[in-house]
């Protein structure tokens, strides 16, 4: 008999657990749920107020109304994918190095990251993640072009790889709790870097413009997070231009890079642990 | 007299001591809090450049230029560090819920008073620490100003903060209160949040808001936490409207200043308290 364990099993295991523990206090969830989409109708209500001021954000750069709306709706279904499988862990493993819990995860028979990055899930983020895929499925009535099964299947890929370059930021800086005992400003860090993701990377131009596109998109990857999938939705990938075929393929290795990263940043942290009980 | 004077005056010395413990993280918090105006710099840069203006006229909306808008955005930011209050409801609910508000039940000191001063404490602190970042990115945006506004302006400008402060903390300390009735408030204080983020004029002027939207808004004593003291500063208030603006500020004080004592009344009264 293997002693392995199933990765799969474990992951239905803890989806199961946690969708019985909000089931349990099933009010907090129903408000959680409520008051999480409410925060994507206000940001929806902002953009669609920028629109009646303006055709485009960004002259000449095609992101119109629904073109932006289709860039909104990936950015809402990435962190909605962050929000429910791995914020609440993040947070959590930096209070287990505080505390000195994180003893009992390290002698469980199973990969300490794959156990502190998804042991506990938050279901209610299903509320942003399906008002995101309604978006787009309204915005894609509304432009002109109409995406290919393989468009599709490579927006899925896609948005995977901007999932897992969100949570491998994430990990990597919840990990050094253990160097700085407490880092809840690092966490409010990866939302103030990811905010910068939250628009075209068109936007950033000028002489200051340009080096934050650049160190945002090859240093910390996080702009072809939500830009790779998204421009897959607005416009034919035209493999003639330079730009549609680097970006696609750097938007891989970058993920490829971050994840490395961030599993030896966490392998690191574990070696510096030391338990805070006696 | 004398003796509740001194007793109020260790109680701000203690507080201030215990909050120069976190300067740093202070620091490091201010500084970031200013990362999400750059990207609102590059995104109202982006709407802007889209907008034609026939006959080349200078490019605006709703009265206000690209300029104006960062430095709107600037100013927000120096509202926010008067009114935002962080952790000051959920505190009081967690305080009534845990039992921990005994404390100030059995002692001969006034609730309200007490969290006042630990907040001025806080803010003060918050200041001194703060005053290096905010200092450094005013003067790099320096730029988006059209320049120091005349006296009675910046002396409207720095009332409307100081009130702004007091505002803040009675609408939250009132609203912390209703742990007094409800064991669960966290969900509320999320919806409090996102009307305040939203309404208060921090996430945009709420002057964009067109029509009857505009005026609802204008209504709610939101506006004062964020968009007032800004608007006051760049001129977007101006003449009668700035004294009337602050008379409203005030009465929305005097108003959450009842209501908060009501309620904490009420709320002791409801009160129980188990267990040593």
Known sequence: MSTRPSYFRVLLTFLRNSLVRDMTFRANFIINTISTTSWVFMNLGFYILIFTYTPMIGAGTGWGKYQFFLFLSTTLIINSLIRGLFINNAVEFSEMIRTGTLDFALVKPIDTQFLVSLGRIEWSAIGPFTCGLALMVYSLFRVQYVPGPLMILLYVFYVLCGTAIYYSLMIAMAATSVWLGRNRTLLDFWFYITNFARYPMEIYTGTWGVPIQRAFTFVVPVLVAVNVPARLLVRPLDLRNPADVFLPLFAILATIGSLVMSRWVFKLSLLSYRSASS | ?276
Not at chain 2, 97 to 104: E, F, I, L, M, S
Not at chain 2, 192 to 202: A, D, I, P, Q, V
Not at chain 2, 210 to 227: E, F, H, R, S, T
Not at chain 2, 230 to 251: D, I, M, R, T
């Open chain 2, 1 to 276: 007299m004398r003796a509740q004077t001194a007793t109020w005056w260790i109680i701000l010395k203690i507080s201030f001591e215990e909050r120069l413990i976190y300067r740093g993280d202070f620091a490091l918090g201010t500084l970031m809090r200013f990362l999400p105006i750059v990207t609102q710099i590059f995104l109202w840069g982006a709407v802007f450049s889209a907008i034609e203006v026939a006959g080349g006229g200078e490019k605006r909306i709703a009265d206000y230029t690209y300029y104006n808008m960062i430095a709107y955005y600037l100013l927000t930011t120096i509202s926010r560090a008067f009114s935002s209050m962080p952790g000051l409801a959920s505190g009081i609910a967690r305080d009534i819920r845990d039992g921990t508000v005994k404390k100030y039940l059995i002692q001969p000191i006034d609730m309200l008073g007490f969290l006042l001063l630990n907040r001025v404490a806080h803010k003060l602190v918050y200041y001194l620490v703060a005053i290096v970042p905010f200092g450094l990115v005013f003067y790099l945006c320096r730029g988006f100003f059209p320049g120091w506004p005349a006296p009675e302006v910046m002396a409207a400008y720095i009332a409307s903060l100081a009130m702004a402060f007091l505002l803040g903390f009675l609408l939250e300390a009132t609203i912390g209160m209703i742990g007094f009735w409800f064991l669960e408030v966290n969900s509320l204080f999320f919806v409090y949040m996102l009307f305040n983020f939203f309404f208060s004029g921090h996430m945009f002027p709420i002057d964009l808001l067109p029509g009857v939207w505009g005026d609802l808004v204008k209504l709610m004593p939101l506006q004062y936490l964020a968009y007032f003291p800004a608007a006051v500063f760049l001129g977007k208030v101006s003449g009668p409207e700035v004294a009337h603006g602050l008379w409203v500020q005030f009465a929305w004080i005097v108003f959450f200043l009842v209501a908060s004592r009501i309620a904490l009344r009420r709320g002791v009264r409801h009160y129980s308290g188990f267990g040593g």
